[in-house]
């Protein structure tokens, strides 16, 4: 089934402009689609237009022409588009609205009133076609975010869509779960002759499947090319300038770990040991569930550990920048959220600090109204203004697009060099790679070293998806 | 499909839900209805019995009802030194008398019944089963599944408001209850992301049930019937025995 756009202009009611600004492509029946571009470049806003959403579900302002099958989007009815193109939320959890993992797939054709009988095939069918058969009796609560992806995809197969969108599909899964979810929808692309469009920063792993690229940029169509043509600037290398830590670390140690051990129901980190000085970025890797946010809440002291010892000699304060930045905003202003620790400020300070943030003019402005870019950039700014010495960030750079990764690896590499250091959990394996001074590996066996050495040992493994080669332009 | 049982469930979690609910009308409207202390502790005796058949390990239950357990102790003892009625027992300081003392027993065990078995419900009861049964029981399914959704976030909700908790602390920010000004910043510091996460979480629900056609159609495929079996049979006949024992007592004039 194949889309058409001529003209696309989607424009939000509370936005200067708009989303989608006169976008005009064709995609084939049962070619994939990659579209990728900076953060509020209008990717997400394609999506839900072709899936029928706008203006029906979320208000904005249409115009131009959208085709799906060769019918207008505009003049569907939602519950066939909802037969012929399957949506994928970024996550998967937010997407689930059953309690079990056989209703969850069952809750499309039901809502069709399709014979129980082929409910119950479908059902079958979709659950062996992802791999998640095994889990069909299980409470989607207790479902790894593989797993969830994987089940959320179930969900969606099971109404037989001919199209697939997927809005960045990979964002919470680790690497060998991104890896393992490309191998799948490759073979559902060739099984089924789907229409792929999938939204995704880390574009490298999908050339496999031959895809179109379109890179998208305020609601633009920038550049468009095919595999054989991709601009490494569209490769995913989001922060070019990201080059591999250099500084002699000092010897002095800002955080000392010794036989931690912890877990919740099960033991989680065992006898881990591990250190970091001033100075330097701690790169912290590894599958999901392995345990790297633990460790965080550890060193921050929300946790206590079962056994070993966690010591931070000399060290003031923490700051902890959680993955998902409307946690930490309390206040009414971005001046206000700014001011929340309290203390003196000189004249121009905030202005200043705002500045430093490129979020200058936004003083008064509602955090929670700002981009995610701009939320995540005013969580960092807020820990930093507390001046700690031991930075601890999760998953900073989901959702962000290279001008925003620029801006935080500039401020880790700024706040190190005041005599800092910072402690890293990433699944983005080449910046973790290009950015740490050492990597710890997070697994039933862990690894602690200078990246050349755990890469090395995890490629001795075959852990493939936890080597930036697997994620980098080989162009 | 999971309105069936699965394999492993034992007790009331092999019984249907509409069992389950006939069971739970049975012991309440029993504990209503006989003014019996010996049915009350029978009543009692049969919800902690049918907790430990269905795999509720008995600690983690009665943990689970220890905010009753201390309410039901607190009924006791108001209504034991309230009533001044009857023979006295103790006049030392206070008066306690045998009425007092049968009426606070009375009224603990009723509250103590009608609150544990809800709990065993809630405990061994599945919610997409139960919302099958109420919607095949002529509930319109949309408010089937709002019971549905409203269990899905209970676990969400939890959650974030650990993170949010979590994130004043790594602030530094500490909130309070002690004046109003305090009141209206704990509220901020804590509903107000709480309640951010939970209508984002509800936009994503929204688009995921439309884009699978819910509320599309008036009615929707209805799950296979579950059919009655031996764990359905012990159920009603427990509500059987207990209602019966409860008319023998009324009779028989058992106190």
């Known amino acids: ?475 | 499909m999971s309105e069936q049982r699965r394999t492993g469930d034992r007790g009331l979690r092999a019984a249907t839900p509409a069992a389950n609910l006939v069971l739970l009308g049975g012991l309440v409207g029993v504990v209503l209805a006989s003014p019996s202390l010996v049915i009350r502790l029978a009543a009692l005796g049969s919800v902690l019995l049918l907790a430990g058949r269905s795999g509720v390990p008995i600690g983690s239950f009665l943990r689970s009802l220890r905010f009753v357990l201390v309410f039901a102790a607190i009924l006791f003892i108001a209504q034991a030194l309230s009533i001044r009625e009857g023979v006295p027992l103790i006049e030392r300081l206070v008066r306690i008398t045998d009425v007092g003392l049968r009426s606070g027993a009375g009224m603990a065990l009723r509250f103590l019944v009608i609150l544990s078995s809800s709990f065993l419900f809630v405990h061994v009861v599945d919610p997409d089963r139960l919302a099958a049964t109420l919607i095949r029981g002529g509930v319109p399914y949309r408010y089937g599944y709002l019971l549905i959704l409203s269990l899905r976030f209970v676990p969400f909700f939890q959650r974030e408001l650990r993170v949010v908790r979590e994130a004043q602390r790594v602030r530094g920010l500490r909130t309070s209850v002690r004046s109003l000004k305090a009141i209206r910043g704990a509220i901020r510091y804590t509903f107000v992301p709480v309640l951010v996460s939970g209508l984002m979480r509800v936009d994503s629900i929204a688009l995921s049930m439309k884009g699978r056609c819910f509320g599309v159609h008036r009615t929707r495929t209805a799950p296979r019937r579950e059919r009655f079996g031996a764990a359905d049979g012990a159920a009603l006949g427990c509500v059987g025995l207990l209602v019966g024992l409860a008319v023998f007592a009324g009779r028989g004039g058992w106190t």
């Open chain 1, 1 to 475: 089934m194949g889309i058409d756009v001529r003209g696309l202009r989607i424009h939000y009611p509370d936005r200067d402009r708009p989303a989608i600004d006169g976008l005009t492509e064709s995609i084939g029946d049962g070619e994939t689609v990659v579209v990728t571009g900076p953060s509020g470049c209008g990717k997400s806003t394609l999506c839900r237009a072709i899936a029928g959403f706008i203006p029906e579900l979320i208000p904005a302002r249409v115009d131009g022409e959208l085709v799906v099958g060769g019918a207008s989007v505009w003049e569907t009815d939602s519950a066939r588009i909802a037969q012929q193109v399957g949506y994928i939320q970024q996550d998967p959890d937010a997407q689930i609205c059953t309690l079990r993992v056989e209703r969850e797939v069952a809750f499309g054709p039901e809502n069709l009133c399709l014979p129980l009988e082929e409910v119950v095939g479908r059902v079958d069918e979709s659950l062996a076609a992802v791999g998640i058969d095994h889990l069909r009796h299980r409470e989607t609560t207790d479902l790894s975010g593989g797993e969830k992806q994987r089940l959320a995809i179930a969900s969606i197969l099971a109404m037989r869509p001919r199209v697939l969108l997927l809005d960045e599909p990979t964002a919470n899964l680790d690497p060998d779960g991104a890896k393992t979810l490309f191998g799948l929808l490759t073979r559902l692309r060739d099984e089924r002759a789907m229409t792929l469009v999938i939204v995704e920063h880390r574009i490298r792993p999908l050339l496999e499947m031959g895809p179109r690229l379109l890179v998208l940029d305020r609601g633009r169509l920038v550049r468009r090319h095919s595999r054989e043509r991709v601009d490494p600037r569209d490769m995913g290398l989001r922060s070019s300038g990201a080059e591999p830590g250099t500084t002699v670390l000092a010897k002095d140690r800002l955080l000392s770990i010794d036989g931690l051990t912890f877990g919740y129901d099960a033991p989680l980190l065992r006898k881990l040991t591990v250190d970091v000085r001033r100075g330097e970025i701690l790169g912290v890797i590894g599958p999901n569930g392995s345990g790297k946010t633990t460790l965080l809440r550890l060193i921050a002291g929300l946790e206590t550990p079962a056994a070993g010892r966690i010591e931070r000699p000399g060290v003031g304060s923490v700051g902890f920048v959680f993955q998902h930045p409307h946690h930490q905003i309390f206040e009414r202003t971005v001046s206000g959220e700014l001011a929340i620790d309290g203390g003196q400020q000189r004249p121009g300070e905030f202005e200043r600090w705002l500045a430093e943030g490129r979020l200058d003019g936004l003083g008064g402005v509602p955090p929670l109204s700002l981009s995610l870019g701009e939320q995540r950039r005013l969580t960092l700014l807020t820990a930093l203004r507390r001046g700690p010495e031991l930075l601890l960030l999760d998953e900073p750079f989901i959702g962000q697009d290279r001008r925003n990764v620029d801006w935080i690896v500039s401020q880790i590499r700024e706040h190190c060099a005041r005599g800092g250091a910072v402690v890293l959990v990433s699944h983005d394996i080449p910046l973790v790679g290009a950015l740490a001074h050492r990597i710890l590996y997070l697994d039933r066996v862990p690894r602690f070293g200078a990246p050349p050495d755990v890469f090395a040992e995890l490629r001795a493994e075959g852990r493939t998806a936890f080597l930036p080669g697997f994620w980098e332009s080989d162009g």
